[in-house]
T-cell receptor, first 116, second 111 residues
């Protein structure tokens, strides 16, 4: 399978715990995005990387959230001191830079987080 | 006012019907317009994209963009039960690194 891969697919955690999600993008895609989606809403942009550089962060990305892409390949999204409001699906996507169709953005299956 | 507005539905149609899904937007800088399909508890899947104004057809799907009215549409002909999903419109400007999504419209096609 050469699509965007996300792990774990589901995570249930207690409030106050830290969680980490991993994303493996499509090979050779040097742009990587994180989005968050809550029930009944469209995905909301969190942050994106070009190679290992984090180029943009949304105001949604509070200081409890940190994303890394240390070698320009896979990425991790860590949420510290989780709150019930963090319960959502966290989507990773990847693309090539440049004009569409080259930078068509492909999404993974998402990682569901439930904070209890 | 949100940048992208989309009626969440739900929309229920009989099999074989023509479905019309729409979004409006406020940011005139948007140049790229996409439609994604999302099945329950899955990631969004790109259906179609359009650059600037005009129409694009792919099989049973037709995407239309009217930049003068800031209005985009997706038409599905001969709808099938397998088309039952949430349809998300998404937009971006050439300078942005991210997509702005609508809320999604939940479509149900009844056999």
């Amino acid at each position: 399978d050469t699509g965007v891969s996300q792990n774990p697919r589901h995570k249930i955690t207690k409030r106050g715990q830290n969680v980490t999600f991993r994303c493996d993008p499509i090979s050779e895609h040097n742009r990587l995005y994180w989005y968050r989606q809550t029930l009944g809403q469209g995905p909301e942009f969190l942050t994106y990387f070009q190679n290992e550089a984090q180029l943009e962060k949304s105001r949604l990305l509070s200081d409890r959230f940190s994303a890394e892409r240390p070698k320009g390949s896979f990425s991790t999204l860590e949420i510290q001191r989780t709150e019930q409001g963090d319960s959502a699906m966290y989507l990773c996507a990847s693309s090539l830079p440049g004009a569409i169709p080259g930078n068509t953005i492909y999404f993974g299956e998402g990682s569901w987080l439930t904070v209890v | 006012q949100k940048e992208v507005e989309q009626d969440p539905g739900p929309l229920s149609v009989p099999e074989g019907a023509i479905v019309s899904l729409n979004c409006t937007y406020s940011n005139s800088a948007f140049q790229y317009f996409m439609w994604y399909r999302q099945y329950s508890r899955k990631g969004p899947e790109l259906l179609m994209y359009t650059y600037s104004s005009g129409n694009k057809e792919d099989g049973r799907f037709t995407a239309q963009v009217d930049k003068s009215s800031k209005y985009i549409s997706l038409f599905i002909r001969d709808s099938q039960p397998s088309d039952s999903a949430t349809y998300l419109c998404a937009m971006m400007s050439g300078s942005q690194g991210n997509l702005i999504f609508g809320k999604g419209t939940k479509l149900s096609v009844k056999p």
